[in-house]
Every structure is written in structure tokens, then in C-alpha cells.
């Protein structure tokens, strides 16, 4: 199981808290799902603090770890101040950095990421920095302060799954030792499969599991496929060959022709 | 004076953070402070002045993915 910042996580499953249909169906999703962090954010409050409060209290009862994010935000400043009220308000170092290049691909700038990361891991803070599968970003992360690396499998909300497999191996390949969680863009249990299947440590995910008809179903759905994944990882697969090979043997067949 | 809430133009009498978070309402709720894009410590709030003009952000926990 993952290890992030020297904290074990007994599940390979990152699980967003956003858009679901009720709060009873969030918190059966993350039952059913065994997810052992769950993602959450910072928005304005109305007076009173009673939405605030109530949620705090629903992830409470989750029994798992919070991970605050930065989404939304367009700069390493704003990133930077949200990160600062968010480890006020959930009592953690723990940040999800995201910052936001582009409004209509939710791709991570990569140059306000790294500046944001430096500043906050500076800081004191454990930062999950939501990134590219680019290669040469990762180390910059890396030497901004950065102990575990999030590309995105897809832009956020699209559902689409791995896009860019080679990529995401290379980058597998050349940090093998840094825990590396696939966030964003996952759309299927086979997705996460694939994730496992590649090396990943863990998969992050929201909109594949809120917005899916059985949000619970397909939280265990997903916890399932995590697992067959990283048991195909760990038995060593067969190399792929291009032309076929017989799996019965040939020696003792029938002359019947 | 006049500041800004949460992006709303708001009268108030206050004159510290700390003060204007209690009279806006928001009383004993845990709630993130920041004054014009700044960060402030709930333990900062009572030393914070504000001024004409002040953006202040009144942030608490929601859903997050």
C-alpha cells in the first residue's frame, strides 16, 4: 500500500467528495470503496458557517484522511493563500496543488505549479502537486520540495482514461521510487486497472464515481479493479508478442485430416 | 466603512477582523480568513485592522475532488 510523506494510506484509492447526489451516497461510495484519503476544498461561506460544518462533520465520520485542494485556482498566489487557509481549516500540512492553466482543459501550468510548490513545500507543507505526465516538470517538482508526483491520466471531468500511456510509463520509469498517483480523467474501473497495471501507487478520482448512475457500485467497481491491476503488476506479466503462439501443445496431436 | 465580503459590498462597524467576522455573522462557525488576498491566522484576526475598501474572504470546508 502507499506511503506518502511517511504516512501509509491502506488503500490505493483517492476518492473525491464532490457531486454526488446526496451526502448518504458519498458516504456509501467511500464504504463500499475502501478509499483511504478523500479529497476536499475551501469555498465561501455564508453566515452562520452551517454548510461548512455539516460537511466537516460528514467527512469526519469517513474515518479517512483529508486532502485539501487548490482547485480553481489560476496562480501560484492564489494557490498559495488557499493552501494556508485550508491547512488552517482541516488541521493538515497535506495539499493537493492544483493550479490551473487553462479554463476550458483544467491543464496544470506547470511553471505556476512549480513556483507554488517551492514556496509551500518551504513551508512545511506535503505537497500532492496535480501535474503532467512531463518528465522534466516532475523533477523541477521534485526540487521544488515535492515527495509524490499526481499527472493526470485525462483533463479533469472527461472520463477519457489514460491519454497518453507512453508518457505516463516514462515517467513511471524514470522516477521509480516516488509515489506517483494517476489523477484525473479516469472514467472506468479498467482505467484504474491500467493505472495499476503500469506501476502507479494509487488513483485519484471523483467524477467517475459521483456522477455514475450507482455511485456505490461503481466506487466498489473501482476498488476491485485497483486491486486486479496491482495483482497483475505483481505477478510479473508475459511479454506481449506480435505473432500468435499456441498455448496447447502441438507433440501428441492426431493425424485426422 | 464599506468592504467587500465574499465578493458582496457590506457596511460595517468594526474595525478588526476579528470583530467584523462576529458581527457578519459568522459567530462561532470555523470559518478562513483572508484581507485582500492575504492569508490571515484566526490568531491574527484581533491584531488585523481593517480599512475602506478591504477584500475580505470568509472561506469554510465544501466538497472537493
Known amino acids: ?257 | 466603512m464599506k468592504i467587500m465580503v465574499n465578493g458582496e459590498p457590506r457596511e460595517i462597524a468594526a474595525a478588526t477582523l476579528k470583530d467584523a467576522v462576529s458581527e457578519l455573522g459568522y459567530g462561532e462557525a470555523k470559518v478562513a480568513t483572508a484581507v485582500n488576498e492575504s492569508f490571515v491566522p484566526a490568531t491574527a484576526r484581533g491584531a488585523t485592522m481593517l480599512a475602506e475598501g478591504d477584500r475580505l474572504e470568509i472561506l469554510a470546508p465544501r466538497q472537493g475532488g
Request: overall charge negative; aromatic content about 6%; glycine content about 12%.
Open chain 1, 1 to 257: 500500500m502507499p506511503d506518502f510523506y511517511g504516512t501509509h494510506v491502506p488503500s490505493r484509492l483517492m476518492l473525491g467528495t464532490a457531486q454526488y447526489p446526496s451526502p448518504a451516497i458519498l458516504a456509501e461510495a467511500f464504504r463500499r470503496s475502501g478509499a483511504g484519503i478523500a479529497t476536499v476544498s475551501l469555498r465561501r461561506e455564508t453566515a452562520g458557517g452551517k454548510a461548512g460544518n455539516a460537511f466537516r462533520e460528514l467527512v469526519g465520520a469517513l474515518g479517512v484522511h483529508v486532502l485539501p485542494n487548490t482547485a480553481g485556482c489560476h496562480s501560484a498566489r492564489e494557490a498559495v493563500t488557499t493552501a494556508q487557509m485550508a491547512r488552517e481549516m482541516f488541521g493538515t500540512d497535506w495539499i493537493k496543488l492544483e493550479v490551473i492553466g487553462h479554463a476550458d482543459t483544467l491543464q496544470p501550468d506547470p511553471f505556476g505549479l512549480v513556483e507554488a510548490a517551492r514556496i509551500l513545500a518551504a513551508d512545511g507543507f506535503k505537497v500532492f502537486p496535480y501535474t503532467t505526465e512531463d518528465g522534466i516538470l516532475a523533477e523541477r517538482l521534485l526540487e521544488a520540495g515535492c515527495e509524490v508526483l499526481m499527472p493526470w491520466g485525462a483533463p479533469i471531468g472527461t472520463g477519457l482514461g489514460l491519454n497518453n500511456v507512453y508518457g505516463l510509463r516514462t515517467l513511471r520509469a524514470q522516477f521509480p521510487d516516488v509515489p506517483m498517483v494517476i489523477d484525473a480523467g479516469l472514467g472506468l474501473p479498467s482505467h484504474a486497472a491500467h493505472a495499476m497495471e503500469l506501476g502507479f501507487d494509487a488513483v485519484l478520482l471523483n467524477t467517475a464515481v459521483a456522477k455514475a448512475g450507482d455511485p456505490a457500485m461503481m466506487a466498489e467497481g473501482f476498488a476491485r479493479a485497483i486491486e486486479a491491476g496491482h495483482l497483475g503488476l505483481e505477478a510479473d506479466p508475459m511479454p506481449p508478442r506480435d505473432m500468435a503462439a499456441p498455448s496447447t501443445p502441438m507433440f501428441g496431436m492426431g493425424l485426422l485430416s
